[in-house]
């Protein structure tokens, strides 16, 4: 069956460290997107791709980047993490119906601890 | 820019009692409305959604949702809540301005059931 995948599923990282929030999908959809999750704040947009190549910067994309070199995969970068990105990040994936665009399917999540 | 909004956070219910959930949000536009379940520990799962058609839509699990235009609402509604059904609940919108993929999500609705 088609899935998404994320790794790792808990992370413990320090301050100023670098790091990457993998993301993989089965379904051979075009489009990729990264969310986070906090308390009151709901889920918020960081980056999104519409295919290979493609990047775009979401509501709060500050700190974090990404790259889209196959359409399996959409890492996520954190440059310098910071104590504010601690955070549970979800990874979801649409396929393209027409112009009225297609369901998100979710990722498990990565519960991200920065010190 | 759209937003969502969820304006009841914390809902407690007894087994049986019928739950309604509202949801707003403030684009102008064409949209595709959902709904999705986040049970604890577990990532998002679609519940139903509205692209276009009879505005009441019926998802899994015996939730339905009516999406009225005029009132810019896509209320979700069960006539009887199980135990089962403790989860946080997000409304979602996606506009279908330049491409409409992106999602905006509501803060949530924590739900619990009691026996």
């Known amino acids: 069956d088609a899935e998404i995948t994320q790794s790792p599923r808990h992370k413990i990282t320090e301050t100023g460290r670098q790091v990457t929030l993998a993301c993989h999908q089965t379904w051979n959809h075009n489009n990729m997107f990264w969310y986070r999750q906090d308390l009151g704040h709901g889920l918020r947009l960081i980056h999104y791709?519409?295919?290979?190549?493609?990047?775009n910067k979401g509501e709060v994309s500050d700190g974090y980047s990404v790259s889209r070199s196959n359409t399996e995969d959409l890492p996520l970068t954190l440059e310098s993490a910071a104590s504010s990105q601690t955070s549970v990040y979800f990874c979801?994936?649409?396929?393209?119906?027409?112009?009225?665009?297609?369901?998100?399917?979710f990722g498990p999540g990565t519960r991200l601890t920065v010190l | 820019a759209q937003s969502v909004s969820q304006h009841n956070h914390h809902v407690i219910l007894s087994e049986a009692a019928s739950l309604e959930l509202g949801c707003n949000y403030s684009y102008g536009g064409t949209v595709n409305l959902f709904w999705y379940v986040q049970y604890p520990g577990q990532h998002l799962q679609l519940l139903l959604k509205y692209f276009s058609g009879d505005p009441l839509v019926k998802g899994i699990k015996g939730f339905e949702a009516e999406f009225i235009k005029s009132k810019f609402s896509f209320n979700l509604r069960k006539p009887s809540v199980q135990w089962s059904d403790t989860a946080e609940y997000f409304c979602a919108v996606n506009s279908l301005t330049g491409g409409g993929n992106k999602l905006t999500f509501g803060t949530g609705t924590q739900l619990k059931v009691e026996l």
């Open positions: 979801a994936s649409s396929g393209t119906s027409g112009v009225r665009g297609d369901t998100q399917y």
């Open positions: 791709s519409y295919g290979v190549q493609d990047t």
